[in-house]
């Protein structure tokens, strides 16, 4: 893509300038959607009434009392739920059937908080047990236990529902090449299975929105999901309303990692706003926010890689089994978590079956990669397992394998960009691989380990971007993709102020307004510099260029010898006029119509980017030259202490290096690396729902803890290295990085660990319980084995 | 049943008309309509309602209203303004210690009573007195950071050579 004429080296763009919300967040003034509830006198505040039971029939259901309490305006259960169902949120409210502890049985709307929770209270329901199914390999048989969701076939019309595996959402197959062959040249075969646990986003922020139901049937809505369009769509889908009657508008969120993209406040408040005839907030509680708000898929991983001598893999055969929890939303085949399989290595013989899968547990949906981090888990310490048994350097393994730049995948897809060995190289470097840690006296056992992984890009949605270029030369940038925290408004002003070549300052930035703000999805698989930044590069081009024609006349110069650089109008070989100049002032004597432009009224510029789409894959075999968009790539290392006698494990340093292409903000980058790692350390060794009968116990930041400051390395021992391998279409050569960002740091810790320890955990996370429990075992054994 | 009630906050004295039992960061929030303090968990575990009484970081979540009577409470609204920032909020800002932001208030005035009562903190001291306080975006890297920075700024400050 051409960007501004006579090329200077970028001046914005790559830098790190500031944040543009920095100011307003330190000040406290910052607007998220729970401060604008002052706006709001004689708001109605919501509280749910949650099962107790995984799964249950609701045989009573009595709200009659709650309803009669002084100051409740209105009273929901699933009777008054709309019959549609979408797949961009679980069901409102249960209907017949409870079919995961903590799911929505009935809601309130009353003049307090606490008058709607003494409502809720009121509620009476009985329910009768059924029998639940938590374990996916146990839900995915022929006959299980229990049906999860008896409509799953009919309301999603599934072409992969088949009767016979019930809980079974979707299947995907990839056949590359000949795997029988392939084991059949191997000198060596190794086969495990690894999992993960279900793990919380737990982002800041809990869920929020506001909902005003308007007088001629419309609603406006304040709310911190992600994508405004997309509530958009969904809520008046749902509920039948005008599309231009609803208005959603989005303050800034509060972290999200992929928890705020299935809308799960939204479609309860606006039918009680609706119900109310008025307006509603509703937020989860911490604990609603781990009962009844996303989680991270669980998932399996059995895996089996036959290898030559000389460390190449000839064959591979993986099959991956994802846990969608009791979801109604995520119907998936668990081919978004097998991508993180196919995008490292050349495999030329591929095997795979991936299966999305439900169960009663909370339902699960995207989280900062989307199932790769935990099929890359597997993948990556199977690597180093296979490193081990043929005596080779686990980097020597990985560079005999790794897929380079034009070379297919097992998909069938040529890699335009891929960074991922000099990610590991650099890495394995700075943490010095190759010297063994020296062990010092006392329980605590050192160790370094490594690992890598890729995320696709899901080539999805469209994105459009506005700019006003007013006539002092300050540009406003409409958008409407989100910003959770990873900086989106400063990389919009960024490119804005790049391509009109002004300082930051100039730039304001709007965002997040469906009656303001252009079409966009929502910031997701990494893709907003990608796909909103593309989009805005051709809206700045294209009010530069109505601005460069209203100078043709004006300057007497043609199009192409003119250009806009910091407000004013270059000629070649001319002093050039200021922008400002070419605004003309008008009255009631003057043409106000016609082609030039006038003061006070913006030049508008208009982009709009969207991917190249996919190809469609044979189902039977899953080949496609383009089933993703592109890669970001990325490898870790870490060294740590394991402590033999209490099995708990200190990160001591952390090297994290990534391939995001050309790094539009490098602190800001360095913000995504770092913030991955401390939230992929609580993954790997600390985070976990624990359950009885199916109910979680542990649902508060006390009991289900995520990493605080003691669980980090010292701040010289977190090093971010960028290796970035440009991808020609992103803009200036970027890519994405939120989401790379966790996935080699688990592998990478049970690496080191057995680097440590010499034990081989397959199961995260990796708890002081389980660590211990492992050395325990291996003591045993040892013990045993001398004394037999 | 409600009752009036003096809160001095920031340098001013604000009357309320309140139920008891409300948290102070009920209050802050709905009544006086400083919404820096944030609400991250209700149940004092994530420090984002962090707010400083009497040089103490407390959090807002856990005090209620009569407990905080006759007591000075400085929230992020009182620190700094928009032209004369808090050499913490500048650090926050320079040293890119801010994502998604919801933290970053609580964050600050926890830092702030950290580095009054310790100016020559560690990074040791700065991690174990702010971990009472959670952030989800950044890892704490660029946290610890900018506290060592706005402690190094303060202590030319107030011994300029
Ligand atoms: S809201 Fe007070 S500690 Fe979380
Ligand atoms: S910046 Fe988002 S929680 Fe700290």
């Known amino acids: ?788 | 049943m409600k009752q009036r009630k003096e809160l001095n906050v920031n340098g001013k004295i604000y009357e309320v008309f309140v139920e008891p039992w409300r948290t102070l960061l009920e209050v802050l929030r709905e009544e006086l309509h400083l919404t820096g303090a944030k609400m991250g968990c209700d149940d004092g575990n994530c420090g984002a309602c962090t707010v400083v009484i009497d040089g103490k970081a407390i959090k807002g979540c856990l005090m209620l209203v009569p407990q905080a009577k006759g007591k000075k409470i400085l929230t992020i609204e009182g620190l700094g303004s928009g032209e004369n920032l808090h050499p913490l909020q500048q650090a926050f800002i320079d040293h890119f210690a801010v994502q998604c932001g919801f933290c970053t208030p609580g964050m600050i005035m926890s830092a702030k009573a950290l580095l009054d009562e310790k100016p020559d903190a560690t990074e040791e001291e700065i991690r174990s007195g702010l971990q009472g306080n959670i952030c989800r975006c950044t890892g704490y890297v660029k946290i610890v950071e900018a506290v060592e920075a706005a402690r190094d700024k303060l202590a030319q400050k107030s011994n300029p050579l």
Not at chain 1, 23 to 28: E, H, P
Not at chain 1, 327 to 344: E, K, L
Not at chain 1, 553 to 576: C, F, R, T, W, Y
Request: glycine share 10%; aromatic share 8%; hydrophobic share 40%.
């Open chain 1, 1 to 788: 893509m051409s960007s501004n004429k006579f090329p200077t080296p970028t001046s914005v763009v790559g830098k790190s300038v500031p944040r543009v919300d920095a100011l307003d967040k330190v000040l406290g003034r910052a607007q998220f959607t729970a401060d604008l509830q002052r706006n709001f006198p004689g708001l109605f505040h919501i509280k749910v009434l949650r099962s107790p039971h995984a799964h249950a029939r609701i045989v009573k259901l009595d709200t009659s009392q709650a309803g009669k309490l002084p100051g409740v305006r209105a009273v929901v259960t699933g009777k008054d739920c709309p019959e549609k169902v979408s797949f961009r949120a679980p069901r409102i409210l249960a209907l017949e059937e409870v079919i995961w502890a903590g799911e929505g049985v009935a809601a309130v709307a009353a003049e307090s908080p606490e008058i709607a929770q003494e409502a809720i209270e009121l509620i009476q329901v009985e329910y009768e047990k059924l029998p639940a199914v938590f374990d996916a390999e146990e839900a995915m048989q022929p006959n299980p236990p229990a049906i999860v969701d008896r409509l799953l076939g009919q309301y999603r019309g599934s072409p992969q529902f088949t009767p016979e595996a019930p809980n079974v959402t979707g299947h995907f197959k990839l056949r590359a090449g000949d795997v029988e062959k392939g084991f059949a040249e191997a000198d060596i075969i190794l086969e495990n299975r690894f999992s993960t646990s279900r793990i919380s986003h737990s982002q800041l922020e809990p869920a929020s929105c506001i909902v005003r139901a308007e007088s001629d049937g419309g609603i406006i809505t304040w709310t911190n999901g992600q994508g405004v369009y997309v509530i958009k769509g969904l809520i008046s889908d749902l509920f039948g309303l005008a599309v231009g009657k609803v208005r959603v508008i989005n303050p800034y969120q509060g972290g999200s990692f992929g928890s705020r993209l299935r809308h799960y406040v939204e479609p309860l408040a606006t039918l009680l706003a609706l119900k109310a005839r008025g307006t509603v907030q509703f937020t989860y509680s911490r604990q609603e926010m781990y009962l009844a708000a996303s989680t991270r898929l669980p998932v399996v991983t059995y895996i089996k890689t036959g290898a030559k001598k000389d460390g190449t893999i000839v064959a591979q055969q993986m099959k991956i089994i994802v846990d969608n929890g009791a979801s109604y939303a995520a119907i998936q085949d668990g081919r978004m978590a097998a991508s993180g399989a196919v995008c490292v290595y050349r495999i030329a013989n591929f095997f795979m079956d991936s299966y999305g899968v439900n169960t009663n547990t909370p339902w699960a949906g995207a989280y900062r990669g989307l199932g790769t981090p935990q099929v890359a888990w597997a993948v990556e310490c199977q690597m180093d397992m296979l490193a081990e048994n043929l005596g080779m350097s686990p980097i020597e393994l990985r560079r005999k394998n790794v897929l380079r730049r034009g070379e297919k995948n097992a998909y069938g897809e040529i890699i335009e960009s891929i960074g991922v060995m000099d990610c590991l190289e650099k890495v394995a470097q700075e943490i010095k691989l190759e010297e063994p840690c020296v062990q010092e006296p006392g329980p605590w056992r050192k160790g370094k380990g490594v690992a890598m992984g890729g995320k696709q890009n899901t080539p999805r949605g469209h994105s459009e971007a506005e700019v006003l270029v007013h006539e002092d030369g300050t540009v406003e940038v409409l958008y409407s993709a989100d910003e959770q925290g990873m900086g989106s408004e400063t990389v919009m002003a960024q490119i804005a102020a790049e391509e009109f070549r002004i300082p930051m300052g100039q730039v304001r930035v709007r965002r997040g307004d469906t009656a303001i703000t252009p079409y966009d999805t929502f910031s997701a698989s990494s893709f907003t510099t990608y796909n909103t930044g593309n989009a805005l590069r051709m809206a700045c081009q294209d009010a530069m260029r109505q601005i460069l024609q209203a100078a043709t006349q004006k300057m007497e110069a043609p199009l192409d010898d003119l250009a806009l650089v910091n407000g004013k109008i270059i000629v070649k070989g001319s002093p050039g006029m200021a922008l400002a100049d070419l605004f003309e002032p008008f009255s009631i004597f003057t043409p106000q119509g016609g082609a030039s432009l006038k003061k006070g009224t913006p030049v508008r510029g208009r982009g709009v980017f969207a991917p190249t789409p996919a190809i469609p894959w044979d189902p039977q075999t899953g080949l496609t030259p383009k089933m993703w968009n592109w890669y970001q790539y990325n490898a870790c290392g870490v060294e740590l202490v394991v402590n033999i006698e209490t099995g708990e494990i200190k990160i001591l340093q952390g090297v994290f290096a990534a391939d995001m292409g050309f790094p539009i903000n490098p602190k800001m980058c360095e913000g995504q690396i770092e913030g991955g790692f401390g939230m992929a350390i609580g993954a790997s060794i600390m985070e976990e729902y624990i359950y009885e009968n199916g109910l979680m116990t542990n649902c508060s930041y006390g009991d289900y803890r995520i990493p605080t400051f003691r669980e980090m390395p010292l701040r010289r021992n977190v090093k971010a290295i960028f290796s970035p391998d440009p991808l020609p279409e992103g803009p200036w050569g970027a890519k994405g990085i939120g989401e790379g960002t966790m996935i080699a740091v688990a592998p990478a810790i049970a690496n080191a660990v057995y680097n440590a320890i010499g034990i081989r955990i397959k199961d995260l996370p990796l708890s002081a319980e389980r660590v211990l429990r492992r050395i325990k075992e291996k003591e045993k054994n040892d013990q045993d084995f001398l004394h037999n």
